[in-house]
């Protein structure tokens, strides 16, 4: 199994940035042997959970439309970690931002089966 550690978040006003980052690791692989492909969806208070951007274990990205341009992973070659630096904050990119894996791999073993992390909070004050 493989676990996601998300950090980072938190408060600030409209106009500003915050970093969220994910981390993957597992108990019965050394953290240089880990790769995996990261999500990141959100959720609002009332709405449903939402793609925001993804990073491939190979470095490949891609983002929402709602956050092109303003939202950017860093240090996409880091295999086990997507890092998402976010700026012009607007209140809509508040919620509850989870990465998730649906691929990931201690050395060449691969595990098809989603994960979740348990979620960091982003708030965007007007």
């Known amino acids: 199994q493989v676990q996601l550690r998300e950090s980072g978040g938190g408060s600030v006003e409209a106009g500003g940035s915050l970093s969220v980052s994910c981390t993957a690791s597992a108990l019965t692989c050394g953290a240089d042997m880990v790769k995996s492909d990261i999500n990141w969806y959100r959720q609002g208070v009332w709405g449903e959970r939402e793609f925001v951007a993804s990073?491939?274990?190979?470095?490949?990205?891609e983002y929402a439309d709602a956050v092109k341009g303003r939202f950017k992973f860093s240090e996409v070659n880091v295999q086990n970690q997507a890092s998402l630096q976010m700026n012009s904050l607007k209140p809509e990119d508040t919620g509850t931002y989870y990465c998730?894996?649906?691929?990931?791999?201690?050395?060449?073993?691969?595990?098809?089966?989603?994960?979740w992390g348990q979620g960091t909070q982003v708030a965007v004050s007007s």
């Open positions: 990073k491939r274990w190979t470095g490949e990205t």
């Open positions: 998730q894996t649906k691929r990931w791999a201690c050395g060449n073993v691969w595990d098809f089966r989603t994960y």
